[in-house]
C-alpha cells in the first residue's frame, strides 16, 4: 500500500484520487460536525469520541504500523501544540458567538490561508482561473455567515468578539492542514503518522472537559459512549483522507475542496436534522460548490 501511494504520488491518477479522498472527507466533517450537536454539551460529544479515538488507535499506534522514526518526535510535540491551539481558539469562538455565523467565518477562511501557505511552504502555483476559484468558493461560505448573522436573534453583542476569535481559528485551521500535510511527508510509511496523530490529538479534549464528564448522569454514559464510537469511525475516515490527499497531491486543492463540507452540512441538516433550506441557502450551496470545480479543472 505505501509503494502504491508513493507511485501516485504527484501524478494525474494521484490527483484524482486526492480529489475523491477530499470530497469524502467534506462529507465526513459535516457528519463529524452534526455528531456534535444534540443534547449534550458539544465538548463532551467531543471528549466522547477522542476517547473512542484513542481507544481504537492505541492498538493499531503500537502492534501495527511500523514505529516512528526518530525525527518524527519533534514533529508531533509541533502537531499538537498547534491542534491544542486550534481546540482552545474554537472554543473561545463557540462560546461568544451563534455557531451558525462563525463557523462559516472559520472554514472560510481556513482555505485561503491553507492555499497561500501551500504556495510558500510547497511552492504551489496556482492560475487566475484557479484563485477565481478560490474566491468563489470562499465567498460563498462566508455567505452563509452573512445570511445567518441577518436571521440572528440572541447573541449579537458578543458577536463581533466570536468574529475576531473565529478568524484566528480559520488560521489555526490553515496551520494544521499544512503543517500536518508536512508531517505526513516526512515519514516513509503514512499510516504510522495517521496511527500516532490520532491517538496524541486524542488525549487532549478529554482531559479538557474532565470536570464536566464527571457530572453526566449515568443514564448519558451509553448513548453518549454509542455517539462517541461513531464519531471516533467517522473522525478517522475524515482526518485520515484529507491528510493522505494531501500527501499525495497538492495541498491547496485538497483544502478547497474540503471546505465544500460547509454544503454536506447543510444539506445534513436539511435531511437528518429536519432544518429548512430555502432558495438562498440554495444558492450558496451552488455557489460553494461552483468555487469547488472551478478551482479542481482550473488548471486542467
Do not use: C
Request: zero cysteines; charged letters at 15%; a positive charge.
Amino acid at each position: 500500500m505505501v509503494d502504491l501511494i508513493n507511485q501516485i504520488s504527484g501524478t494525474p491518477e494521484g490527483a484524482r484520487i486526492a480529489s475523491l479522498l477530499a470530497l469524502t472527507a467534506a462529507l465526513m466533517h459535516a457528519i463529524f460536525g452534526a455528531l456534535q450537536k444534540g443534547r449534550h454539551d458539544p465538548w463532551v460529544s467531543r471528549a466522547a469520541i477522542d476517547i473512542w479515538v484513542i481507544v481504537i488507535s492505541l492498538p493499531v499506534a503500537l502492534f501495527v504500523v511500523p514505529w516512528p522514526e526518530p525525527h518524527m518526535w519533534p514533529i508531533f510535540a509541533g502537531m499538537l501544540v498547534i491542534h491544542i491551539s486550534y481546540k482552545m481558539a474554537q472554543a473561545m469562538t463557540y462560546q461568544r458567538g451563534a455557531y451558525t455565523v462563525v463557523y462559516p467565518v472559520v472554514r472560510g477562511t481556513g482555505p485561503l490561508v491553507t492555499v497561500i501557505a501551500a504556495g510558500i511552504v510547497f511552492q504551489e502555483r496556482y492560475n487566475l482561473t484557479q484563485w477565481m476559484g478560490v474566491a468563489i468558493l470562499v465567498s460563498g461560505i462566508l455567505g452563509f455567515a452573512v445570511y445567518n448573522y441577518r436571521k440572528l436573534e440572541v447573541g449579537r453583542e458578543t458577536l463581533m468578539p466570536a468574529l475576531g476569535w473565529a478568524l484566528i481559528t480559520g488560521v489555526f485551521v490553515a496551520a494544521y492542514t499544512t503543517y500536518d500535510a508536512w508531517g505526513i511527508r516526512q515519514t516513509a510509511d503514512p499510516f504510522t503518522f495517521l496511527a500516532w496523530f490520532f491517538l496524541l490529538d486524542g488525549i487532549f479534549m478529554p482531559l479538557w472537559t474532565m470536570r464536566r464528564l464527571a457530572r453526566l448522569p449515568r443514564t448519558d454514559l451509553v448513548p453518549l459512549g454509542l455517539r462517541g464510537l461513531i464519531g471516533a469511525l467517522v473522525a478517522f475516515v475524515s482526518f485520515g483522507s484529507i491528510m493522505m490527499a494531501t500527501r499525495i497531491d497538492e495541498v491547496g486543492r485538497a483544502a478547497v475542496l474540503r471546505e465544500t463540507s460547509t454544503v454536506f452540512a447543510a444539506l445534513v441538516g436539511w435531511l437528518v436534522l429536519g432544518e429548512k433550506v430555502g432558495p438562498r441557502r440554495t444558492a450558496l450551496m451552488a455557489l460553494i460548490a461552483a468555487g469547488a470545480i472551478i478551482m479542481e479543472f482550473g488548471a486542467r
